[in-house]
């Protein structure tokens, strides 16, 4: 029943009462009801503007919260205006954020203050002419500038007035000089602009204590009961919050409830006293009595205050549900508010985590830890319960604990954990992960059924929610962070994106740390031989001369390996790194322990001996020599090694430098054909550095068609002395440095690498001698060109020898060519050289084993290689009467070389006696300066003219010169 009946059944059963009497207690009843809907309104007031303050009070935390993070004033600018444009889209009041920098210039933005580059006012921009923002707040930040926020009020006023004011309501925000800043319902000209005349009256009212209604017209031209409240942020109203309900809606059923009892009659009024006083407190006192204690119970910060009247279905129940209501939205709105703060600061710890996490990354090079300083942050600064971080071996699945933070450490170790999905202990959240490189979450490990074998474990820690990340680089999953929160469901979606990039950031720092750990070894040895490099060996020896007792002393030396070069070119760095390695290892195991072994290029190792009373350097030189013929193979091919050691012991005053420039010239001065494999260092070597410089100066400028010319020294058969051919013997004439004999420059050339184009000049210079031979109608046999090891390294070499033959017209089947390959080059890669040799020989080519006997040939090596003669060396020819060892030697090649099937040639025969000698011996044929000198090309013409028209025998040539 509602109010009017009860009211009409009252005046029917009632006497009518004075009439002064009815007006009196009407207009009193009158003035209690519009007081109760002016505090009921008021009451409104409290509750929008409570709820209105307090999301501006959560945009002013998550501000100054936001402004607190360092990611916005230390990250990048990308990374900054990421995380502004994050806070834009989840916060509905915010239409715009802004970092300034301390120059005034803008760091970042998003939103309505996204201004690349520009600089931000402190006074709001107006968004139309006339139409100034809402508001702006303007936060320092720590590391200097500023946080700039735009907002939306006029949203928050619309949802406000939607949710928790009645029908027809209206919302006004007012600035704090008296313009409007925003306004529900909407009504976009009157932004901007002043209060109208007729809600003066209100204005006024702002600064008076607490609040007042009062009934005006508004901007609209409706009547309404209007109050106005400040909203205040810190220390001052930032605006005031003018609500109007409509007159409407409070006062005209008052005033019809009074037209209608004073309609009655005087006589009804005094009945009407009597059952107001005897009912009136259960029908009409009693509710309104409770609905008020019900409201004041919620002003008074009682959220959970409902008022039972709303099951009624009269007036009071449309206010106690429409209180009811309000009541719902507020508790909601304070629910959610206060969700969302918990949100911003498990957010906050994480960004803080991280952060935290990447300045350890910064500042430490310790792996380990770091590893336990960033667990350690994990649960410090992010408020977890536990964090570890664990790698998988690889051998057997499981996972070892390599840092963790938090209580239980004992436990952790004692639980165990594996990558196998087979198992139990594979199924929680780190095997999972592992196995598929995806995150895992447990949001409750009590219920979880996964967590079975750890649960009773780790709720006995407090841990109630679970989220573990694998640790990869490169694709390669080596580990995991796992998280634990001490309650079930922390981890939310905001905040699982931050503990990601902290997985990777820890994986990244794991990754890089183990790096540069690698990169600081490398800078003090070598990679390919795990030995100190030449910075590691200057540090040993600085420290080493420090400690030297007394009568000791150190010696340097430069250890030089032959064709190292060659054969890098020919089988590629690795496979000679493998060589360069096992070479290594064989050194050092002739060294005593307190010398080292170091390398000083790709080609020489460095050595530094400790010289004490009894114990001679030298003795150990050669010692380490002893390793030397090395026969290894690389790439499955057999090769032989030699070596030659230059040696400078410590002198004061001379730095380690110059003690391993003056080795490495002592080396440098033993040439490969040199039976001398250990030189100690002189002063002559100096002179002949520099004499050497610039003949390799002179070498690199030299034209070689200008600067270079063949001549030809023959040999003859020694049973008839008919011309069996001559060798191409290459002379240079240096503009600069005169005749250079071709023991210097030939050497010089091999160590520089200017050997291959010198070699590829003397090629197409006697193939083209021999075409215009073969046009002259000049016969001089088989003209031999000499190789080096440098040649038949170069993968290249057969390719342009048969582009030169094509461009001569010369056809080495029908013309006599021949190539020279000393026995030492050809045995140090043997493989390769009988292949090259081979190619050669299906070119026509003969092919002649130049210097027998120096070498280290062994029979073995003599089959395998497609010969046609060898050239027995003229050490051992000139010796032959002096050394009977020479003649063994000779007359044992002589045998060798018939039993194999060879032609003999016997190099620098000089005199009758040892012609005669070398007939007995049954020796083929013969060459040296008995037989003639090396000839010009004019010469040897006419030398072979001369031999035509004699009669054929061996003749010397007249007045040989001495031996070059």
Same mark, same amino acid.
């Given at each position: 029943?509602?109010?009017?009946?009860?009211?009409?059944?009252?005046?029917?059963?009632?006497?009518?009462?004075?009439?002064?009497?009815?007006?009196?207690?009407?207009?009193?009843?009158?003035?209690?009801?519009?007081?109760?809907?002016?505090?009921?309104?008021?009451?409104?007031?409290?509750?929008?503007?409570?709820?209105?303050?307090?999301?501006?009070?959560?945009?002013?935390?998550?501000?100054?919260?936001?402004?607190?993070?360092?990611?916005?004033?230390?990250?990048?600018?990308?990374?900054?205006?990421?995380?502004?444009?994050?806070?834009?889209?989840?916060?509905?009041?915010?239409?715009?954020?802004?970092?300034?920098?301390?120059?005034?210039?803008?760091?970042?933005?998003?939103?309505?203050?996204?201004?690349?580059?520009?600089?931000?006012?402190?006074?709001?921009?107006?968004?139309?002419?006339?139409?100034?923002?809402?508001?702006?707040?303007?936060?320092?930040?720590?590391?200097?500038?500023?946080?700039?926020?735009?907002?939306?009020?006029?949203?928050?006023?619309?949802?406000?007035?939607?949710?928790?004011?009645?029908?027809?309501?209206?919302?006004?925000?007012?600035?704090?000089?008296?313009?409007?800043?925003?306004?529900?319902?909407?009504?976009?000209?009157?932004?901007?602009?002043?209060?109208?005349?007729?809600?003066?009256?209100?204005?006024?009212?702002?600064?008076?204590?607490?609040?007042?209604?009062?009934?005006?017209?508004?901007?609209?031209?409706?009547?309404?009961?209007?109050?106005?409240?400040?909203?205040?942020?810190?220390?001052?109203?930032?605006?005031?919050?003018?609500?109007?309900?409509?007159?409407?809606?409070?006062?005209?059923?008052?005033?019809?409830?009074?037209?209608?009892?004073?309609?009655?009659?005087?006589?009804?009024?005094?009945?009407?006293?009597?059952?107001?006083?005897?009912?009136?407190?259960?029908?009409?006192?009693?509710?309104?009595?409770?609905?008020?204690?019900?409201?004041?119970?919620?002003?008074?910060?009682?959220?959970?205050?409902?008022?039972?009247?709303?099951?009624?279905?009269?007036?009071?129940?449309?206010?106690?549900?429409?209180?009811?209501?309000?009541?719902?939205?507020?508790?909601?709105?304070?629910?959610?508010?206060?969700?969302?703060?918990?949100?911003?600061?498990?957010?906050?710890?994480?960004?803080?985590?991280?952060?935290?996490?990447?300045?350890?990354?910064?500042?430490?090079?310790?792996?380990?830890?770091?590893?336990?300083?960033?667990?350690?942050?994990?649960?410090?600064?992010?408020?977890?319960?536990?964090?570890?971080?664990?790698?998988?071996?690889?051998?057997?699945?499981?996972?070892?604990?390599?840092?963790?933070?938090?209580?239980?450490?004992?436990?952790?170790?004692?639980?165990?954990?594996?990558?196998?999905?087979?198992?139990?202990?594979?199924?929680?959240?780190?095997?999972?992960?592992?196995?598929?490189?995806?995150?895992?979450?447990?949001?409750?490990?009590?219920?979880?059924?996964?967590?079975?074998?750890?649960?009773?474990?780790?709720?006995?820690?407090?841990?109630?929610?679970?989220?573990?990340?694998?640790?990869?680089?490169?694709?390669?999953?080596?580990?995991?962070?796992?998280?634990?929160?001490?309650?079930?469901?922390?981890?939310?979606?905001?905040?699982?994106?931050?503990?990601?990039?902290?997985?990777?950031?820890?994986?990244?720092?794991?990754?890089?740390?183990?790096?540069?750990?690698?990169?600081?070894?490398?800078?003090?040895?070598?990679?390919?031989?795990?030995?100190?490099?030449?910075?590691?060996?200057?540090?040993?020896?600085?420290?080493?001369?420090?400690?030297?007792?007394?009568?000791?002393?150190?010696?340097?030396?430069?250890?030089?390996?032959?064709?190292?070069?060659?054969?890098?070119?020919?089988?590629?760095?690795?496979?000679?790194?493998?060589?360069?390695?096992?070479?290594?290892?064989?050194?050092?195991?002739?060294?005593?322990?307190?010398?080292?072994?170091?390398?000083?290029?790709?080609?020489?190792?460095?050595?530094?001996?400790?010289?004490?009373? $009894? @114990?001679?350097?030298? !003795?150990? =030189? #050669?010692?380490?020599?002893?390793?030397?013929? &090395?026969?290894?193979?690389?790439? %499955? /091919?057999?090769?032989?090694?030699?070596?030659?050691?230059?040696?400078?012991?410590?002198?004061?005053?001379?730095?380690?430098?110059?003690?391993?420039?003056?080795?490495?010239?002592?080396?440098?001065?033993?040439?490969?054909?040199?039976?001398?494999?250990?030189?100690?260092?002189?002063?002559?070597?100096?002179?002949?550095?520099?004499?050497?410089?610039?003949?390799?100066?002179?070498?690199?400028?030299?034209?070689?068609?200008?600067?270079?010319?063949?001549?030809?020294?023959?040999?003859?058969?020694?049973?008839? $002395? @008919?011309?069996?051919? !001559?060798? =191409? #013997?290459?002379?240079?004439?240096?503009?600069? &440095?005169?005749?250079?004999?071709? %023991? /210097?420059?030939?050497?010089?050339?091999?160590?520089?690498?200017?050997?291959?184009?010198?070699?590829?000049?003397?090629?197409?210079?006697?193939?083209?001698?021999?075409?215009?031979?073969?046009?002259?109608?000049?016969?001089?046999?088989?003209?031999?060109?000499?190789?080096?090891?440098?040649?038949?390294?170069?993968?290249?070499?057969?390719?342009?020898?048969?582009?030169?033959?094509?461009?001569?017209?010369?056809?080495?089947?029908?013309?006599?060519?021949?190539?020279?390959?000393?026995?030492?080059?050809?045995?140090?890669?043997?493989?390769?050289?009988?292949?090259?040799?081979?190619?050669?020989?299906?070119?026509?080519?003969?092919?002649?084993?130049?210097?027998?006997?120096?070498?280290?040939?062994?029979?073995?090596?003599?089959?395998?290689?497609?010969?046609?003669?060898?050239?027995?060396?003229?050490?051992?020819?000139?010796?032959?009467?002096?050394?009977?060892?020479?003649?063994?030697?000779?007359?044992?090649?002589?045998?060798?070389?018939?039993?194999?099937?060879?032609?003999?040639?016997?190099?620098?025969?000089?005199?009758?006696?040892?012609?005669?000698?070398?007939?007995?011996?049954?020796?083929?044929?013969?060459?040296?300066?008995?037989?003639?000198?090396?000839?010009?090309?004019?010469?040897?013409?006419?030398?072979?003219?001369?031999?035509?028209?004699?009669?054929?025998?061996?003749?010397?040539?007249?007045?040989?010169?001495?031996?070059?």
């Amino acid at each position: 029943m509602n109010i009017r009946r009860r009211f009409a059944w009252l005046i029917l059963v009632a006497a009518l009462p004075a009439v002064g009497t009815v007006f009196f207690v009407a207009w009193r009843e009158y003035g209690a009801l519009r007081a109760s809907t002016e505090e009921t309104a008021m009451l409104a007031v409290r509750t929008v503007s409570l709820d209105y303050g307090k999301d501006l009070h959560r945009l002013r935390i998550g501000s100054a919260r936001l402004a607190a993070m360092p990611a916005l004033y230390e990250g990048s600018p990308k990374y900054c205006a990421a995380v502004l444009a994050r806070v834009v889209d989840l916060d509905p009041l915010v239409s715009g954020l802004a970092v300034m920098g301390p120059n005034g210039r803008e760091r970042c933005g998003s939103g309505s203050l996204a201004h690349a580059g520009g600089s931000v006012s402190s006074v709001p921009p107006a968004t139309k002419p006339g139409r100034p923002r809402p508001w702006l707040l303007d936060l320092p930040l720590p590391g200097g500038g500023r946080l700039l926020v735009d907002g939306r009020p006029g949203r928050l006023a619309r949802r406000v007035a939607q949710e928790l004011l009645p029908s027809g309501s209206s919302i006004i925000l007012i600035g704090r000089t008296g313009r409007i800043r925003a306004r529900w319902p909407g009504a976009p000209h009157s932004i901007g602009k002043p209060l109208p005349p007729s809600l003066e009256a209100v204005w006024a009212q702002r600064s008076t204590a607490g609040l007042h209604a009062l009934l005006a017209t508004g901007v609209d031209g409706i009547q309404r009961l209007y109050v106005i409240n400040p909203l205040r942020i810190d220390d001052g109203p930032i605006a005031y919050l003018l609500v109007g309900i409509p007159e409407a809606r409070l006062l005209i059923p008052v005033r019809r409830i009074l037209i209608e009892t004073m309609g009655l009659g005087i006589a009804t009024l005094v009945v009407l006293l009597v059952i107001f006083a005897l009912v009136g407190k259960i029908w009409i006192d009693r509710p309104l009595r409770g609905l008020l204690d019900t409201i004041e119970r919620f002003d008074a910060g009682d959220e959970k205050a409902r008022s039972p009247l709303d099951v009624r279905r009269d007036e009071f129940g449309v206010l106690a549900r429409g209180f009811n209501r309000l009541a719902d939205h507020v508790e909601r709105n304070h629910r959610v508010l206060e969700d969302q703060l918990e949100q911003i600061e498990r957010l906050n710890r994480a960004h803080q985590t991280l952060s935290g996490i990447n300045q350890v990354l910064l500042r430490m090079r310790d792996r380990t830890g770091f590893l336990q300083a960033a667990c350690r942050i994990a649960v410090e600064q992010g408020g977890l319960r536990m964090a570890w971080i664990g790698e998988v071996d690889s051998a057997t699945d499981r996972v070892r604990v390599v840092a963790q933070a938090g209580p239980g450490r004992e436990v952790l170790d004692g639980l165990s954990v594996s990558a196998d999905g087979a198992v139990p202990e594979g199924r929680g959240t780190v095997g999972p992960s592992l196995r598929s490189g995806t995150p895992q979450v447990v949001q409750d490990i009590e219920s979880d059924p996964r967590m079975a074998p750890w649960r009773e474990a780790l709720l006995a820690l407090g841990c109630r929610a679970a989220l573990t990340f694998p640790l990869a680089h490169g694709g390669h999953i080596f580990g995991n962070l796992t998280l634990y929160a001490a309650t079930a469901n922390a981890f939310d979606e905001a905040s699982f994106g931050v503990y990601r990039e902290l997985a990777g950031d820890i994986a990244f720092g794991m990754n890089f740390l183990q790096v540069e750990g690698q990169r600081d070894w490398l800078m003090d040895h070598d990679a390919a031989t795990d030995l100190p490099n030449h910075r590691r060996f200057l540090q040993w020896f600085t420290d080493a001369t420090a400690t030297l007792d007394a009568g000791e002393n150190l010696s340097v030396g430069v250890l030089q390996v032959d064709q190292m070069a060659e054969l890098r070119t020919r089988h590629g760095r690795e496979a000679v790194d493998t060589l360069r390695r096992e070479i290594g290892t064989r050194l050092a195991a002739r060294l005593a322990g307190d010398d080292l072994l170091a390398v000083l290029s790709e080609d020489d190792f460095l050595l530094a001996w400790y010289t004490r009373p $009894g @114990r001679d350097v030298t !003795a150990s =030189a #050669l010692d380490l020599l002893s390793v030397f013929p &090395l026969e290894l193979r690389v790439a %499955g /091919e057999p090769i032989r090694l030699n070596a030659r050691l230059g040696l400078e012991p410590l002198t004061p005053g001379v730095d380690v430098e110059t003690l391993i420039h003056r080795a490495a010239l002592a080396v440098r001065s033993l040439v490969p054909a040199d039976e001398r494999r250990l030189a100690f260092y002189s002063a002559a070597l100096e002179t002949r550095e520099k004499h050497r410089f610039e003949l390799l100066r002179a070498l690199e400028r030299a034209s070689l068609d200008e600067e270079f010319r063949l001549v030809y020294q023959p040999h003859v058969d020694l049973a008839s $002395g @008919r011309v069996l051919g !001559a060798e =191409a #013997l290459l002379r240079w004439k240096s503009p600069t &440095l005169g005749d250079v004999p071709p %023991g /210097e420059f030939i050497p010089a050339a091999e160590q520089s690498g200017q050997i291959r184009r010198i070699s590829q000049w003397v090629m197409g210079a006697a193939f083209e001698r021999l075409h215009a031979w073969q046009e002259a109608g000049v016969e001089p046999g088989v003209v031999s060109i000499n190789l080096s090891a440098r040649d038949c390294a170069d993968t290249e070499f057969v390719a342009s020898i048969r582009e030169r033959l094509a461009r001569s017209g010369l056809d080495p089947h029908r013309v006599g060519i021949a190539v020279e390959l000393t026995e030492t080059d050809a045995v140090t890669d043997l493989e390769h050289t009988a292949g090259v040799l081979r190619a050669l020989k299906s070119l026509g080519f003969s092919l002649y084993l130049d210097d027998f006997g120096t070498g280290f040939a062994s029979m073995s090596h003599l089959v395998g290689l497609p010969l046609d003669a060898i050239k027995i060396d003229l050490s051992f020819i000139q010796a032959m009467f002096e050394n009977p060892a020479a003649r063994s030697v000779t007359e044992a090649s002589i045998a060798l070389g018939h039993g194999l099937g060879l032609q003999v040639i016997a190099e620098g025969v000089e005199t009758e006696a040892q012609l005669e000698a070398l007939r007995a011996l049954g020796c083929d044929a013969a060459q040296g300066y008995l037989i003639n000198r090396p000839l010009e090309v004019p010469a040897f013409e006419a030398w072979l003219r001369q031999r035509a028209s004699a009669t054929p025998d061996v003749q010397p040539a007249p007045d040989p010169p001495a031996r070059e």
